[in-house]
């Protein structure tokens, strides 16, 4: 039965990849049948043809490797006496036919977006509804009821703008002195303490959960807010107190309160954070986020992670708030993965986190794995749908960009051509998108080599 299951999550993950790439493609052909353009072979696929047939002018074609597709007009990569050749229409014709491959993959980001927000369950806002108990973020300036309007400059409109916002924080070594670090370790060790109560002594459901809401978040927040370390370490030493008091367990005969050891350094992934707070915007400078490490590889490699620490206000699911969703949880996607082309720049992300098709394949997997494990069928499928959105989106995006062979390199020749009234020598442009397109071949082999190899190797990054 799992043989089963996983071939169908197999063939779905194909399925929504070439559903992509088609309606890319289909964005080209309707635009260029409409225009008059000669199309001579829209072809789903690539390698040799599996299956085909031909209406009128146009070769339909089902090919072997299910890795792409595409659209072959008549005069599109050379000179042709053709007049209803590419590059014989009207120059606001190619412009339309070039952007509508880009445009039908937002439509089906849209699509995806929508069909995954009907099955969320809740949407987040961005106001702060609660933190966790040991949040290093209400140590360090973030109070319940705020409203968070941007991180580092980064605006934020919904909770996923804020997920994203946090999750490329830049982290840096902060004062291991420092009043903000001494409450996140008396809340730490509280939290701690609270954990090994429950689990020792096989608390219940019920009093676990009574020490939480009565004992461990109310000192918690009165530990975030403490005025002085000593005040921080009294309040501590009281929450402790009182967990063991409410539990009803009594202390170790040598129990001693756990003592706050000053460290020589601590990472902290940190932001400058402006909020709503009262009715006015207020700057927060330096907030620390929850860093950790995501297990022990990564704590022998010194990888720190980050993670959100406290809980958005909920907002109503309706017609209007799934719609709302929809449009800016996609706008959200084509706002982070051009921060992250732009990161990519600056030199945020190194080689070795880029992926092509062989990572996307892996990314897929561990997603469709994961979904499997921890809720089934249902949950995989979303979560291969969920990352299928962002490719959409993604391919979108990086096709637009202004590089020769993609089609933003060739949007590009066009506005020159309309800005000046005459064409760029075709040689020209055909020499430079061949250029161009060598370059990404050869740039997608090294990186598919370099997926390969870490697959191999067992260096993939993880989720």
Not at 11 to 23: D, H, T
Not at 49 to 54: R, T
Not at 422 to 444: D, H, S
Request: aromatic fraction near 12%.
């Amino acid at each position: 039965m799992q043989i089963l299951i996983t071939i169908a999550l197999i063939i779905i993950g194909v399925l929504l990849f070439e559903f992509i790439i088609f309606a890319h493609e289909f964005g080209h052909f309707i635009t260029a049948k409409r225009s008059g353009v000669q199309v001579n072979e829209f072809a789903l696929g690539m390698g040799p043809k599996i299956f085909g047939f031909k209406k009128g002018e146009t070769q339909y074609s089902l090919r072997l490797f299910p890795v792409g597709g595409y659209c072959s007009m008549e005069g599109e990569d050379e000179e042709s006496d053709n007049p209803r050749a590419f590059v014989n229409a009207k120059i606001w014709k190619r412009m339309i036919i070039i952007v509508a491959g880009a445009f039908m993959n937002f439509v089906v980001g849209l699509l995806f977006v929508f069909i995954l927000t009907l099955f969320t369950p809740q949407f987040g806002t961005t106001t702060i509804d609660q933190f966790a108990p040991n949040a290093a973020s209400a140590c360090s300036g973030l109070q319940e009821g705020d409203k968070i309007l941007s991180i580092d400059g980064y605006n934020i409109f919904n909770a996923k703008d804020l997920q994203f916002a946090i999750q490329t924080l830049n982290y840096k070594n902060v004062d291991p002195k420092s009043l903000e670090i001494y409450r996140e370790d008396c809340a730490q060790k509280l939290t701690v303490t609270y954990s090994s109560l429950v689990n020792d002594n096989k608390l219940s459901d019920e009093k676990s959960t009574e020490l939480y809401k009565n004992v461990l978040a109310p000192v918690s927040q009165k530990i975030n807010a403490s005025g002085t370390k000593d005040e921080a370490y009294s309040l501590m030493k009281s929450g402790i107190d009182q967990l063991y008091k409410v539990s009803a367990v009594s202390k170790p005969k040598d129990f001693k309160y756990p003592e706050i050891e000053v460290k020589d350094e601590r990472i902290r992934y940190t932001g400058d954070v402006r909020v709503v707070r009262g009715g006015a915007e207020t700057e927060l400078k330096d907030v620390h986020f929850y860093t950790y490490y995501k297990d022990d590889n990564a704590k022998k490699e010194q990888k720190y992670s980050v993670m959100m620490d406290f809980y958005v206000t909920p907002k109503e699911k309706n017609f209007g708030t799934i719609m709302e969703e929809t449009f800016t949880g996609t706008l959200t996607m084509a706002r982070s993965v051009w921060k992250s082309l732009v990161m990519l720049v600056q030199g945020r992300f190194s080689f070795n986190e880029l992926s092509g098709p062989v990572g996307i394949t892996k990314a897929v997997e561990t997603v469709a794995a994961d979904g499997l494990e921890n809720g089934g069928f249902g949950i995989a499928v979303f979560n291969i749908l969920s990352i299928m959105a962002l490719i959409t989106v993604n391919l979108g995006i990086v096709n637009m960009l202004p590089f020769p062979a993609l089609d933003g390199g060739r949007f590009v020749f066009l506005l020159i051509e309309a800005i000046f009234r005459k064409p760029i020598p075709r040689k020209v442009e055909y020499i430079v998108n061949g250029a161009g397109l060598a370059i990404l071949l050869l740039f997608m082999a090294v990186v598919s080599v370099k997926d390969v190899f870490q697959l191999i190797t067992g260096t993939f990054p993880t989720m």
